[in-house]
């Protein structure tokens, strides 16, 4: 029977281990890989506080190293599902069963991706789902930015900023975003809408290090297609949190509800990082959501 059961190996994860154990919880976590977390596939990270550059995967390591440091537990296993007693959890896994007193869920979500040609290829060399994350990298740049929604349309701002032209590809005739954000971005000189059109291609160069050099656009309607030249991908079709195995309550969409303490529907299971409902999807909130639901398991541990 442990305190503390952490389901998830990434940013929010490893930092709700790091606090768990601190707290004198007897803690483990369970990935079903060796390093997980979006951050890992990003080429270059410049936003987290401490480091001005660092590589994604360099920083899951320090992450790693950090928890280990401390004597955090992880163990591999895919988790099938959660049973939920008035004294403990019972969390079923490919590798065996573990009972524990608290579970903090820190899955995280993965975007959601189109799966068309030249995507998967060039992902961190073009293509990226992250204005905050990569849109440094574009400066003075065109780009194209795929999606009609809020995050779309506030991340084509950002970008707006950096990027030398910023191309709104939309698959209708309008925008999903709220109206000030739709006000914004048809205010700004360098932003251009192209609506009733998907991306069917994006096209790079062949060499190891090759990057994106142009995208293939159809038209809807007509069933038009043309190339044009851009140095990135940004694609916000959606996100996926990987939340099915819980049984709290949720989003339409598959977000776990939490307050600010991080507890869920679910009396001892609590909620960290991308997964849940939050306003910002970062490494510096989801590290921040960890430490936070390591609390309050301690508390609720230590009511007994």
Known sequence: MYDLVIIGNGPAGISAGIYAVRYGLDTLVLEKDVI????????????????????????????????????????????????????????????????????????????????????????????????????????????VVIGGGDTAITDALILSKIASKVYVVHRRDKLRASQILQDRAFSKDNIEFIFDTVLEEIVGSDDVNGSVKKVVLKNVKSGDSKEMAVDGVFIYVGIVPNTDFVNVDKTEAGFIITNDKMETSVEGIYAAGDCRVTPLRQVVTAVSDGAIAAASAHEFVSRG
């Open 36 to 143: 997980s977390g979006q951050i890992a596939s990003t080429e270059i990270v410049e936003n987290y506080p401490g480091f001005s550059s660092i590589g994604g995967m360099e920083l899951m390591d320090k992450f790693k190293e950090h928890a280990e440091k401390v004597g955090v537990i992880t163990k591999d296993g895919e988790i099938l599902s959660i049973k939920s007693d008035v004294n403990k959890k019972i969390i079923s896994t490919d590798e065996g069963e573990f009972e524990t007193k608290t579970i903090i869920v820190a899955t995280g979500a993965n975007p959601r991706h189109l799966g068309i040609p030249g995507e998967k290829e060039f992902a961190g060399r073009g293509v990226s789902y992250c204005a905050t994350c990569d849109g440094p990298f574009f400066r003075g740049k065109n780009i």
